[in-house]
C-alpha cells in the first residue's frame, strides 16, 4: 500500500466510536492480484494498543462494510475507516505519539502487516477532540518535511478541493 496521504481522527455519531480514516492506495505485485478479505489497525500509544477491526471503504463513492476487495497489480485507491469496537471511552485522543499499524487478511495467505505509519497530536488538539465532540483532527502528509501535519476542524468539513 501507499503511504496514507490523508489521515483523520474523530469520533462517530450514535456510539461515539473512536474512528480512524485513511486514504491510500493498495495495489498488488502479483499480475493475477489477491482478494483482501479484511483490512485492521492496530493503534499504539503510551504502551497500549487498541484494536481498530470494524471495517469499511467506499464503492463508486458510497461508505460499504468491508467484506472483501480485490486489487490488482494497477491498484484501488480508496477511502478506509476503521472504528474502535468496545466502550467509547477506551480511547482518548489524548497528545503524545501515535503508532499506527495496518493489516489486510489477504485470502489463503492469513493477515499480513502493510505499513506502519506515525504522527503527533498537540496539547491543544488533543483538549479539542476530547472537550467538542465534532471536532476532528485532519493529519496531511507533509512529503518535504516527512511527518503528519494536523489541523483541527469542524467534522462537517471534507478534504480540501484540489483544482
Request: aromatic share 12%; charged share 25%; glycine share 10%.
Given at each position: 500500500?501507499?503511504?496514507?496521504?490523508?489521515?483523520?481522527?474523530?469520533?462517530?455519531?450514535?456510539?461515539?466510536?473512536?474512528?480512524?480514516?485513511?486514504?491510500?492506495?493498495?495495489?498488488?505485485?502479483?499480475?493475477?492480484?489477491?482478494?483482501?478479505?479484511?483490512?485492521?489497525?492496530?493503534?499504539?500509544?503510551?504502551?497500549?494498543?487498541?484494536?481498530?477491526?470494524?471495517?469499511?471503504?467506499?464503492?463508486?463513492?458510497?461508505?460499504?462494510l468491508g467484506s472483501g476487495l480485490?486489487?490488482?497489480?494497477?491498484?484501488?485507491?480508496?477511502?478506509?475507516?476503521?472504528?474502535?469496537?468496545?466502550?467509547?471511552?477506551?480511547?482518548?485522543?489524548?497528545?503524545?505519539?501515535?503508532?499506527?499499524?495496518?493489516?489486510?487478511?489477504?485470502?489463503?495467505?492469513?493477515?499480513?502487516?502493510?505499513?506502519?505509519?506515525?504522527?503527533?497530536?498537540?496539547?491543544?488538539?488533543?483538549?479539542?477532540?476530547?472537550?467538542?465532540?465534532?471536532?476532528?483532527?485532519?493529519?496531511?502528509?507533509?512529503?518535504?518535511?516527512?511527518?503528519?501535519?494536523?489541523?483541527?476542524?469542524?467534522?462537517?468539513?471534507?478534504?480540501?478541493?484540489?483544482?
Amino acid at each position: 500500500m501507499t503511504r496514507p496521504t490523508y489521515v483523520c481522527l474523530k469520533r462517530d455519531a450514535g456510539p461515539n466510536w473512536p474512528k480512524l480514516f485513511i486514504r491510500t492506495c493498495l495495489y498488488s505485485t502479483g499480475a493475477k492480484g489477491m482478494a483482501v478479505e479484511n483490512l485492521f489497525l492496530r493503534v499504539h500509544k503510551d504502551g497500549r494498543s487498541y484494536l481498530f477491526d470494524f471495517w469499511g471503504h467506499t464503492d463508486s463513492g458510497h461508505l460499504t462494510l468491508g467484506s472483501g476487495l480485490f486489487v490488482g497489480p494497477t491498484g484501488v485507491a480508496n477511502d478506509h475507516h476503521f472504528n474502535l469496537r468496545g466502550a467509547p471511552d477506551a480511547l482518548l485522543y489524548e497528545s503524545g505519539t501515535y503508532r499506527v499499524e495496518i493489516f489486510a487478511t489477504v485470502a489463503g495467505r492469513g493477515n499480513r502487516k502493510l505499513t506502519e505509519i506515525e504522527f503527533d497530536i498537540g496539547g491543544e488538539q488533543a483538549a479539542e477532540l476530547i472537550q467538542i465532540p465534532t471536532r476532528q483532527l485532519d493529519l496531511y502528509w507533509n512529503a518535504d518535511r516527512r511527518q503528519y501535519i494536523g489541523e483541527v476542524r469542524l467534522r462537517e468539513s471534507a478534504l480540501p478541493r484540489l483544482s
